[in-house]
């Protein structure tokens, strides 16, 4: 978004979307900061039909699974699919937990059902191609319980149950999954499991609840409680949870405990904002490490969040449902997913990568313009409501933190001073440590600079103004050459000043001489609005539809001119640029922000983590610690570690079905068909899921590459034979291409092709050919002599067509060569013979005034009106491109007079050519046959008789000058 002010209207741009902005606390420099999350959410639109959620998690390929009370359900990256009946799975029931072998196949509960996938979900065994089987039990009816988890143990799984402890064994010599008891150790003590009991495991340790409340740890040959004795209270322990020093984390409604195995220690607290939301769900509480480690688990109001200096809160103030979490994952991104009653699955964007400011959070507006960093102080951001100051150390005296009035650009002088612009005529300097405030007319101000040398410039409506800062501001005073209307400047980092006015870039210097450097754009009607510096003599110009400008420079010359468009930069309307201190540049658009580091280019949107797609002008600001600040007009975004725009991982793009017809297609040949196929993909990289576009081909169907967003193919029919399906994912904002995956479609040969069924039909079908053989005998000579007189009338029309001129409808020049050959050559004949050689007068100036196709209508309408004048006897022929020969054969010597009348009836007429009258002469050179004369002689006099005509004036018949003497 971009203010044009005087000179530039104010307008904002504003776009409906629906993703806010995930929390992290604390920045570099910076308090801590209430922000909005920013989710994704899925829900039937993406196929997820069932709200209640018992588990997530993402398997070794990058799947996620989710348990709900309609089954298992997997997401590919574009759509969720339920798994049932044909995979093995009841239809619906309730799925109340996952997990997998060593192998990586799947094992899911049910009410009173193990089930065993297979195989692992891999390249040839697309989820919906898996097939599972139930455990066989040794233990009698399988306990039901919908609140009861499953987790990996000892290459298989263990669960719980009504008191008892289960193993899930999946490498048994039948091949069949098994069920049996593993409470060995809960039978030796005596005290059973708590009903129902939290389960954690790492390597061959198992920790679990006893009824009594204790929490054990057990192993192939030992086990360890705690209870009071140890210094663990006694309470109902709801959640478990392993970390990564060996730790022994478990929660219950209102506490944390902390258990120390190796040295035996118990550290219990308890836990903030604990109300009874969860007094219906207690089984859904639970606890997380964050991918930086920290503890996350629900609090009453959201989630809370374990740091360094104590619990900090996620709550509906940051855009959380005001709904129980049931579970929750972070994938391999690091991306959180939380599950919601009654809302889904919803996805946070940006995870660890962005922060996210707009009203609720203390702004007085959103729309925001130019922002600007204190040293060692707050950020300050200047906006439609006001001027706001962000974060800050303790210990910063400032007399206000807010300050009343839209502003648009707003700059920090060495002294301690914030200047801002106020309104259309002055500019206002606030000393941050007393509030005061002193006021100076100024003309309307688009930006205020800061300059290496404590100084600040101001880019106003009439001009370029100055002032050096110093304990007691000043006024700023005009710079000589700089007057005028200027669009927009910037300080390069020689501290010499690049100024943008109309269609002009002037640069002055640091010893204050100033030079004019015309500018030239690709596209005409380029309008250029911002520009940036960089070392080396680089200057970046953007601006309104023509994209963006870097320009080298060389001692005030432009040597180079580099035009970068989409998808390089995500839009072509650009309003803000920046050059960090990495040399990076940053381009704030109105469809998100682009960056390029000098190799390649990146861009983040609303669906990357940014709280708004429409930047505003001025609104790009790095900050002490590297990271950058984003002002757009719904807020303000902060990135955090900017490389991560560059470390994307690779694209991992999946085909997760292919179905023929109703039939699940698992790689195997099937029997050929003309039911479709359907063949549907993703891609699990979620962060790029809605960015991400497919291409992909059928060998021996598709003729190129098709592309597609849907994530989906579907074949009408396919033919026999072998054909490999290819599947490329293409990320156009970070320019990525992922390696092809594949998949080979087997068709079998319909039964018709055979080979016995075709041996059968060559014997059938050659007896076949001796009858028909002998039919077709007795009509062959009928059909030689009908053919014969078919190529004999062929042959003449082909003839007809090769001796006729296909403009004029005249006959070719070696039709008419040939005529008059065979004229001259006869030496019986008693006619006499003439020529004439007709040449139309500046043709070439008529195809240059009318057009090409204008003089093919005349040789076209020419060609007419002299066959229609030809009497018997007289034949005549394109000689070249507007030349015609006349070929004259008659009893007396043919007169000049019949040449005459035949120009006549050829150019006497002007022609019409859609609607332009158009008047033509022409030139005749004529020559009459003499003794033992040749076609090339004849036509040599006639030549040389046009070329006469021509010389005196055109429009004229010369005869040849032998021929006049005669």
């Not at 322990?237 to 020093?245: E, F, I």
Request: glycine share 10%; aromatic share 8%; proline share 5%.
């Amino acid at each position: 978004m971009r203010m044009v002010l005087a000179f530039h209207m104010a307008r904002y741009s504003y776009k409906l979307v629906f993703l806010l902005s995930l929390l992290l606390w604390g920045y570099s420099g910076s308090r801590a900061v209430a922000q909005q999350i920013a989710f994704q959410s899925y829900g039937k639109a993406e196929g997820l039909t069932n709200s209640w959620f018992s588990c997530l998690h993402q398997d070794r390929s990058g799947y996620v699974f989710a348990c709900t009370e309609h089954g298992l359900y997997v997401y590919d990256g574009r759509r969720f699919f339920n798994f049932g009946p044909k995979q093995g799975l009841p239809d619906g029931g309730i799925a109340s937990g996952l997990t997998f072998d060593t192998r990586g196949r799947l094992i899911v509960r049910y009410p009173h059902s193990i089930f065993v996938s297979t195989a692992p979900i891999g390249p040839h065994t697309p989820p919906t191609a898996l097939t599972f089987e139930a455990a066989i039990s040794r233990v009698g009816p399988i306990p039901s319980d919908s609140a009861g988890g499953i987790v990996s143990w000892n290459g298989g799984a263990v669960f719980a149950g009504q008191g008892s402890l289960y193993r899930v064994r999946t490498d048994t010599s039948s091949g069949r999954p098994l069920v049996e008891f593993a409470d060995g150790f809960l039978r030796q003590s005596g005290v059973p499991l708590q009903d129902p009991s939290p389960l954690a495991a790492r390597d061959s340790t198992l920790w679990v609840v006893r009824s009594d409340e204790s929490i054990c740890g057990f192993g192939t040959t030992s086990a360890r409680c705690f209870g009071p004795a140890e210094g663990l209270p006694s309470d109902s322990w709801v959640a478990l949870l392993l970390t990564k020093d060996g730790h022994v984390l478990a929660r219950s409604a209102s506490r944390l405990a902390d258990i120390d195995p190796r040295t035996g220690h118990v550290d219990v607290s308890l836990l903030p904002d604990q109300g009874g939301r969860y007094a219906n769900y207690p089984q859904s509480l639970l606890l997380a490490l964050t991918p930086s480690g920290r503890l996350l688990t629900q609090s009453s109001t959201g989630l809370m969040i374990r740091g360094p200096t104590g619990w900090k809160t996620l709550t509906t103030e940051n855009g959380l449902p005001q709904v129980p979490i049931l579970t929750l994952m972070f994938d391999r991104q690091g991306d959180l997913w939380l599950a919601v009653l009654g809302r889904g699955l919803m996805r946070a964007l940006g995870y660890g990568m962005w922060e996210n400011l707009d009203h609720h959070d203390g702004l007085a507006d959103d729309v925001l313009w130019q922002i600007a960093r204190q040293p060692n102080g707050p950020l300050w951001v200047a906006s439609d409501g006001g001027i706001d100051a962000i974060g800050g150390p303790p210990g910063v005296t400032l007399a206000h933190r807010h300050y009343d009035k839209a502003a648009f650009s707003i700059a920090l002088d060495a002294f301690g001073h914030l200047w801002r612009s106020v309104g259309s005529a002055a500019v206002a300097c606030i000393t941050l440590t007393t509030g005061q405030i002193s006021t100076y007319p100024l003309p309307q101000v688009s930006q205020i600079l800061h300059g290496s040398k404590a100084r600040l410039w101001f880019i106003t409506e009439k001009g370029v103004y100055i002032v050096d800062s110093a304990p007691a501001p000043t006024a700023p005073q005009p710079i000589a050459g700089l007057s005028g209307s200027v669009t927009t400047a910037v300080v390069a980092p020689d501290d010499s000043l690049w100024v943008l006015r109309g269609q002009d870039l002037l640069h002055r210097h640091a010893d204050g001489s100033i030079v004019s450097i015309p500018l030239h754009w690709q596209q005409a009607d380029f309008e250029p609005l911002t520009l940036t510096a960089g070392p080396a003599g680089v200057v970046w110009v953007a601006g309104a539809g023509g994209g963006l400008y870097r320009l080298q420079l060389d001692s005030d010359r432009i040597v180079s001119s580099t035009r970068f468009q989409p998808p390089d930069v995500i839009s072509n309307s650009i309003v803000s640029l920046l050059v960090d201190s990495r040399g990076w540049l940053w381009a704030g658009t109105d469809n998100g922000v682009s960056v390029f580091n000098g190799r390649r280019w990146a861009s983040a949107t609303t669906a990357d983590g940014l709280i708004w797609d429409d930047l505003d002008q001025g609104g790009l600001l790095e900050d002490s610690d590297g990271s950058m600040w984003i002002a757009t007009s719904h807020g303000l975004s902060h990135l955090l570690d900017p490389m991560q725009l560059f470390m994307k991982e690779s694209l991992k793009p999946v085909i997760t079905s292919v179905t023929v017809g109703e039939t699940a297609f698992r790689e195997q040949a099937v029997p050929y068909t003309r039911d479709a196929f359907f063949i549907q993909f993703g891609v699990l990289n979620f962060r790029a899921g809605s960015i991400v576009r497919f291409r992909y081909r059928l060998d021996g169907v598709d003729k190129g590459w098709a592309d597609t967003a849907s994530g989906y193919a579907r074949y009408p029919s396919v033919p026999p034979g072998h054909h490999r399906f290819e599947l490329v994912a293409y990320d156009p904002l970070a320019h990525q291409v992922s390696a092809p995956v594949s998949v080979l479609l087997r068709i079998r040969k319909p039964w018709w092709l055979w080979w016995p069924l075709l041996a059968l039909y060559l014997l059938a079908g050659a007896g076949s050919a001796y009858c028909v053989l002998r039919l077709r005998v007795r009509l062959l000579v009928q059909q030689r002599q009908a053919l014969k007189r078919e190529v004999e009338l062929r042959t003449a029309e082909i003839r007809e067509a090769q001796a006729t001129d296909s403009l004029t409808t005249l006959l070719t020049r070696g039709e008419i060569q040939s005529r008059l050959v065979r004229t001259l050559a006869q030496a019986d004949r008693t006619s006499q013979v003439a020529i004439g050689l007709l040449d139309i007068d500046h043709f070439k100036g008529i195809n240059d005034r009318y057009g090409h196709l204008a003089g093919d209508e005349i040789l076209k309408e020419m060609g007419r009106r002299l066959k229609l004048a030809l009497k018997p006897g007289e034949y005549a022929g394109r000689y070249g491109g507007e030349e015609i020969l006349i070929v004259i054969e008659a009893e007396q010597v043919p007169e000049v007079n019949r040449i005459h009348l035949l120009n006549i009836a050829t150019c006497g007429e002007p022609f019409d050519v859609d609607g332009e009258v158009i008047k033509v002469t022409c030139s005749i050179g004529m020559a009459h046959e003499h003794a033992r004369d040749e076609w090339k002689s004849l036509v040599g006099r006639a030549d040389k008789a046009l070329y006469q005509a021509k010389a005196e004036g055109r429009d004229r018949i010369i005869v040849s000058v032998r021929d006049a003497m005669i």
